[in-house]
């Protein structure tokens, strides 16, 4: 990327034809493996499912919800860069929590098309950019609803850390694919019962293609390491790191199913033993010993 350029909005022609020239066509039909793999990038047999829906026409919205380092922002820009020059013209733009984590996406899609021995400038209007030559351009957003807006004719919208977007940002940015048609993808480890990210993935109906992969399933990382993570965490936390489980935070009172009936007007009224839960309470919080069987301390 050419810090500081700027360019003009115009065709550019291919990357075998920097001088401009007739548009070229699309080739959405190249495979997105090979593809991936001529850019550095070889994906396991996950990767390679979520790389062929992110390629498919049929799939407009998708969910991976996935376990730590099991490389979810890779193939997400492995997804966006077969997208890119593919499709001459096309719009990629990133969102995720903040500008940090949109601009590592970013630069990671600009060392993919260096291996192709793709050049790209910035787009001379957002810093977190990247132009290609045949027209293509990927945006990262700032983690800012206020400042998330504006773009239009979005061809693929990628949500990376999607459990730790704010819910406002998410529908800020979702039109931005409306004209063009455009698909999203959202991209995360789970976070709670909660957010847009949960309800997609737990009520978006078919309109969703759903991914989930545990770390148990990731052939990077090794099961001896894996146990003793689990060794140096509460369940809760373990399952919803390594196992892309919606996990309530293990302090909750309440658990997310029990909150959501509460909100239905049609639920029975929930009994509640109030002296129960005070003194729950207040065993969580270290004022009252633990008293059940197995519970005592010596």
Known sequence: MTDGKQIRPRWLGTAQDPDGGSAPEPCPDIDPIAFASETGFVPD??????????ADPEIKQGILNCTRQWGKSTTAAAGAVHRLVTRPGSLVVVASPSKKQSAELVR???QMLAKREIGTVRDGVHPVSAVLPNGSRIVGLPGNEATSRGLASVSLLLIDEASRVPDAIYHAVRPMVVIAQGDIWLMSTPWGAQGFFYEAWEHGGPDWARFSVMATECPRIPAEWLEKERQQMTSGVFRREFMAEFTQDDL????????????????????????????????HQGSLPDIRPGKCSS
């Open 45 to 54: 047999d996950k990767q390679a499912a979520v790389l062929r829906a992110m």
């Open 108 to 110: 990671t899609c600009v």
């Open 252 to 283: 909750s009172a309440f658990d997310a199913e029990v909150v959501e009936e509460a909100m239905d007007e049609h639920a029975a009224p929930m009994e509640i033993d109030w002296a129960e839960f005070r003194r729950q309470m207040m065993i």
